[in-house]
């Protein structure tokens, strides 16, 4: 069964601490990994997907199929950063469903 | 255009009343998605309409009907609700290509009474 799991609720730091947001997922197929943030009173937008291997606002993910782990890492952190932040699994190609994770905050302190 | 409009943003409704939630895109996407989220909770797939066809029902109760009149518009109709069901209703597309975006709504905040 698809499955992602967040492990932490809440991640609390200071401006200009490296963040790291994990994620671990279990999939049996070839996973389509996705991060999404919600900011206070705003839509979901997606972050990052994996196959894209880019860098949005500092945010870097990469996929390590060994450890099923797909971490989202920002070296310096920003009070702008503060949302909550959802993992999310998709299967294979076409009109896929996301399986989301239960979502981590982070909250970015002066 | 990115957006996926979603109305209304509030609704309140009693156990016996009917009523729809309405969501529109003109991103030319042929997927859309009902996503419910319970207050602190991560989204959940409720629906998708694939090129207008229902493809996907996560065994949703059947006081939830979607509808998807044409490839821009997909609608919610509620009836017999009960108070459990209020929750943020998130509605999103994507496109036909392996590669698409999924785009989300801001939502319609739903509370039975």
């Known amino acids: 069964a698809q499955r992602v799991t967040q492990p932490e609720k809440l991640l609390s730091v200071f401006k200009g601490a490296p963040v790291e947001l994990k994620c671990n997922y279990s999939y049996s197929g070839s996973p389509e990994l996705f991060w999404y943030v919600q900011y206070s009173r705003q839509r979901l937008q997606l972050l990052l997907r994996?196959?894209s291997r880019e860098s949005i606002k500092g945010f870097t993910a990469d996929l390590n199929k060994g450890e099923t782990s797909f971490h989202l890492k920002k070296p310096f952190a920003q009070e702008e950063d503060s949302a909550m932040y959802y993992c999310?699994?998709?299967?294979?190609?076409?009109?896929?469903?996301?399986?989301f994770g239960t979502g981590t905050r982070l909250l970015v302190s002066p | 255009d990115t957006e996926v409009t979603q109305t209304p943003k509030h609704l309140v409704m009693g156990m016996t009343n009917k009523k729809s939630l309405k969501c529109e895109q003109h991103m030319g996407h042929r997927a859309m998605y009902w996503y419910k989220q319970k207050a602190k909770k991560p989204p959940e797939l409720m629906f998708v309409?694939?090129?207008?066809?229902?493809?996907i029902n996560e065994s949703v109760p059947s006081r939830f009907s979607p509808e998807c009149p044409n490839s821009s518009l997909l609608n919610l109709h509620l009836h017999a609700l009960q108070p459990e069901d209020s929750a943020l209703y998130l509605c999103?597309?994507?496109?036909?290509?392996?590669?698409?975006?999924?785009?989300f709504g801001e939502g319609s905040w739903l509370t039975v009474v």
């Open positions: 309409y694939s090129y207008e066809k229902l493809s």
């Open positions: 999310a699994l998709g299967r294979g190609t076409g009109f896929q469903k996301l399986v």
């Open positions: 999103a597309s994507r496109s036909g290509k392996a590669e698409g975006t999924i785009y």
């Open positions: 994996h196959i």
